[in-house]
């Protein structure tokens, strides 16, 4: 069964740093792409960040570009986003997920976390 | 950017009926489109990939057309249990990046 749990979450001042992890089991994790997800409550979904099986490619949505570093342990299965430079529109649900076809540009998720809950705020 | 507009943001519906959401791209990204249901308190669940294909389990009320830039999610008989949003998301260009679409609410009219 594949799970992916998030952790890493919680209330951090404006300007302040975090980071989350996301924990994979149940499938061979170093053949997939992974990815961070995030959703404000109430509203909508924004892919944040994203990195190869090898993390020889990384992305980024433009607004958390050099605030933002997605990395990975594929020795310990897990997916890391450290996040710098907080502000309080990155307040959100943060989602680890993970694509339907492993080591593809086919890029649809089909496993997505519980989610951690990141606050920005004074 | 790939940029991804969902119309309309909320669809009043009755049960039986049919209901469509559009989905268009600010450029052309062929079939790279999926879509997703939410419902409240849960993650997204994928509904369609490629456009048109269905996952194994979704209920063949649901389906998918389109190519290029324009995209439609389709329920050709709303169900109680298909209240929810829906979003679409592209991966034309992963790497680096991908975009949803703003989300669809489908709600009791």
């Known amino acids: 069964e594949v799970k992916l749990v998030e952790s890493g979450g919680g209330l951090v001042q404006p300007g302040g740093s975090l980071r989350l992890s996301c924990a994979a089991a149940?499938?061979?994790?170093?053949?997939?792409?992974m990815h961070w997800v995030r959703q404000i409550p109430g509203k909508g979904l924004e892919w944040v960040s994203g990195?190869?099986?090898?993390?020889?490619?990384?992305g980024y949505v433009d607004s958390v570009k050099g605030r933002f570093t997605i990395s990975r342990d594929n020795a310990k299965n897990s997916v890391d986003l450290q996040m710098n430079s907080l502000r309080a529109e990155d307040t959100a649900l943060y989602y680890c997920?993970?694509?339907?076809?492993?080591?593809?540009?086919?890029?649809?998720?089909?496993?997505w976390g519980l989610g951690v809950l990141v606050i920005v705020s004074s | 950017e790939i940029v991804l507009t969902q119309s309309p943001a909320t669809l009043s519906v009755s049960p039986g009926e049919r209901a469509s959401v559009s989905c268009r791209a600010s450029?052309?990204?062929?079939?790279?489109l999926a879509w997703y249901q939410q419902k409240p308190g849960q993650a997204p669940s994928l509904l369609i990939f490629?456009?048109?294909i269905r996952v194994t389990g979704v209920p063949p009320r649901f389906s998918g057309s389109g190519s290029g830039t324009e995209f439609t999610l389709t329920i050709s008989s709303l169900q109680s249990e298909d209240f929810a949003v829906y979003y679409c998301?592209?991966?034309?260009?992963?790497?680096?990046?991908?975009?949803f679409g703003g989300g669809t609410r489908v709600d009791l009219k």
């Open positions: 997920v993970r694509p339907r076809v492993a080591g593809a540009s086919q890029t649809f998720f089909d496993y």
């Open positions: 149940g499938f061979d994790f170093e053949d997939y792409a």
């Open positions: 990195i190869t099986w090898n993390s020889d490619i990384k």
């Open positions: 450029q052309s990204i062929s079939d790279n």
């Open positions: 490629r456009a048109s």
């Open positions: 998301q592209q991966f034309h260009n992963w790497p680096p990046a991908l975009t």
